[in-house]
C-alpha cells in the first residue's frame, strides 16, 4: 500500500482551529477571574447585618405606632416590658427614660416601644386597659408619664377608677367619657394577651425588663448600664 499524504490546507485549518480555541480559553478565563473579582467587591461592598443578642429581635417596628418613640429605622429598638403598678418601673420612667430620649431617641438611635406585663392583679390589668384608651385618642405617654410620676416608693399604686380618670384629665386626654368607656371594656385584652404571651415566650416575668437589640436588661439598672448596652448595639448595628 502506499504512504497518505496529508492535504497542506487540512494542516492549516488544523492549527487555526487550535490557535482559536486557545484564545476562546484564555479569553474566558479572563472573562471569570473579572466576574470572580466584581463579586468579591460587590460581597464586599454590603453592610454587615446587626448582630442580635441571646433573645433574639424583638421589635415589631410598626409605624404610627403610639405606644412607640422614635424612629421606626432606629438602628436600636428598646422593649419595655411593664406594669403600672411596679414601682421600679416607675424609677425607669422618672429617672432613666427622660435621658434616653434625650440623648439617643431625639437622635434617632434607639426607639423604645412598651409592652404591657400586668402581674399585680386587676388594677394592673384594668391600668393597662387604660394606658390604650389614652393611646386611642393620642395621649399614651403622657398618661404614662402621670401615672408613673404618682407611684409611691413603697407598695403598690391604688389605680381604681377613678384614679385612672384623673390621671387621664392630668395627661390632657380630650374625652374623658369616651376615655372611661374604653378603660371599662375589654376592647384591648387581646392586645394585652399578646404582649403578656411575647413576655412568657422569651421567659420574662417579672418588671421592668427589657430587650435591646436581643440584649437583656432585667430591673431598673442605672443610666450607665443601658447608654453601655445601647451604644454598643448602635456600633454593631451601623458597621
Known amino acids: ?68 418613640l422614635g424612629s ?25 427614660e427622660p435621658a434616653l430620649v434625650e440623648k439617643y431617641v431625639n437622635e434617632g438611635v434607639l426607639r423604645i416601644e412598651w409592652r404591657d406585663l400586668p402581674i399585680f392583679g386587676e388594677q394592673s390589668i384594668a391600668a393597662a386597659r387604660a394606658g390604650r384608651a389614652a393611646a386611642a385618642q393620642g395621649k399614651f405617654w403622657e398618661f404614662n408619664k402621670a ?24 395627661a390632657g386626654v380630650p374625652d374623658l367619657e369616651r376615655f372611661d368607656r374604653d378603660a371599662a371594656s375589654t376592647q384591648y385584652d387581646q392586645s394585652i394577651s399578646r404582649d403578656v404571651l411575647n413576655a412568657q415566650t422569651i421567659g420574662i416575668s417579672s418588671t421592668p425588663a427589657f430587650i435591646i437589640n436581643g440584649n437583656p436588661i432585667l430591673g431598673a439598672q442605672p443610666l450607665a448600664h443601658f447608654e453601655q448596652v445601647i451604644d454598643r448595639a448602635a456600633g454593631l448595628a451601623q458597621r
Open 147 to 170: 401615672v408613673y410620676a404618682q407611684s409611691p416608693t413603697g407598695g403598690r399604686a391604688d389605680l381604681t377608677p377613678q384614679a385612672l380618670h384623673d390621671f387621664a384629665a392630668e
Open 1 to 68: 500500500m502506499g504512504s497518505r499524504r496529508y492535504d497542506p490546507g487540512i494542516r492549516r485549518q488544523v492549527w487555526l482551529l487550535g490557535i482559536l480555541l486557545l484564545v476562546a480559553v484564555v479569553l474566558g478565563g479572563f472573562l471569570l477571574i473579572g466576574q470572580n473579582r466584581e463579586g468579591a467587591s460587590e460581597t464586599a461592598a454590603q453592610p454587615e447585618a446587626a448582630v442580635m443578642g441571646p433573645v433574639g429581635d424583638q421589635s415589631r417596628r410598626i409605624s404610627g405606632d403610639p405606644l412607640s
Open 72 to 96: 421606626a429605622d432606629a438602628p436600636v429598638v428598646l422593649v419595655e416590658y411593664a406594669d403600672y403598678r411596679c414601682q421600679f418601673c416607675a424609677v425607669f420612667s422618672r429617672d432613666t
